[in-house]
């Protein structure tokens, strides 16, 4: 009886929303959808442009003669440089992999025991985390060399992956959903002779994919954009948001060049994030948990 009166109650709260009222949040949704998108849409069409189109007045919204040949120049001012495309690609991967992947397992190890045990002084570290989420990056940018530089990290990829490991949103995030565990599946767990490290990549982790999986999200766009310049100086070891920052910097001539270089930088970010977004929705409406 219990069970039938909840599902009427259900059901009648289902009933409330009127068939007008759907159709109108459908379309606000709709617009607003539409306006987050326009920027893309723009740049994607500003990288097929020649020139002639982009410097018309007023400016077309739409590409009218689509050509690869801002493409081409791109490939052709990159092959006068004495360090290669490639090698900027390289740089960028490994700065961005190792920065996202260590930070999502550094923070998940740091988040379990704040989370799930108690300790003297654990309520201070995360209040201390809690708090380091007020300073902005700027802030901490002069702390961050000097401390690089003692330890002889300047003008090494390790300048740009270690402080990203130390992200405290990402601890923040972590801590939160894995206080949402019940307690007693990991004591089940350690009753059946599970180790803490079995019981944390088995059982934790993947209970919390929603977490890392949002904190891949975050980090590896902020990565994937760091140019390095305040930390690395050799030329071998640049990003590619560097590189295609200087040749942005050859005037008017090379503003096709630079919409394109503009969607290059956007297209791996935003497919990323379409991917991701789809599986971390997908969790998270079927990883609810209660006692």
């Known amino acids: 009886m219990v069970f039938k009166t909840k599902k009427r109650r259900i059901i009648k709260k289902k009933l409330n929303r009127s ?9 606000l949704l709709a617009i607003f959808g539409v306006f987050m998108a ?12 020649p020139l002639d189109e982009l410097f018309i007045f007023p400016p077309r919204f739409f590409v009218r003669n689509p050509t690869l040949d801002n493409f081409f120049d791109l490939v052709a001012v990159m092959g006068d440089s004495w360090v290669p ?7 960028t991967i490994i700065i961005t992999l190792l920065g996202t992947v260590g930070h999502i397992i550094l923070a998940s190890m740091a988040a379990y025991p704040l989370a799930k045990y108690k300790f003297p002084g654990s309520k201070m570290i ?9 300073f902005s990056p700027h802030v901490t940018a002069i702390p961050n060399y000097m401390v690089m530089s003692l330890l002889g990290w300047i003008d090494t990829h390790a300048s740009l992956i270690i402080p990203a490991l130390a992200f405290p949103l990402g ?3 972590m ?5 949402q565990l019940p307690d007693s599946m990991l004591e089940a767990a350690k009753i059946d002779g599970a180790s803490e490290y079995r019981i944390f990549w088995t ?28 930390f690395v100086y050799s030329e071998e070891l640049k990003t590619l948001n560097y590189a295609l920052e200087q040749i942005t910097l050859g005037g008017i001539a090379r503003a096709g060049v630079g919409a394109a270089v503009a969607l290059i930088l956007m297209i791996v970010p935003i497919t990323l994030f379409i991917v991701s977004q789809s599986k971390v929705i997908q969790t998270m409406s079927t990883s609810g948990m209660k006692d």
């Not at 995360?126 to 007020?134: E, R």
């Not at 801590?175 to 206080?179: D, R, V």
């Not at 059982?203 to 994937?224: G, K, S």
Request: no cysteine; charged share 10%.
């Open 126 to 134: 995360f209040s201390i985390v809690v708090l380091s989420l007020m």
């Open 19 to 27: 068939l007008p009222v759907t159709i109108m949040l459908f379309m």
């Open 175 to 179: 801590k939160q959903f894995m206080e």
């Open 203 to 230: 059982i934790v982790m993947p209970n919390v994919r929603p977490a890392w999986l949002t904190l891949l999200i975050l980090q590896f766009p902020v990565l994937w954009g760091t140019n390095g310049g305040d």
């Open 85 to 91: 495309l490639s090698r900027y690609f390289a740089n």
């Open 171 to 173: 601890l923040f995030i």
């Open 38 to 49: 326009i920027p893309l849409v723009y740049a994607i069409n500003n990288a097929f442009k």
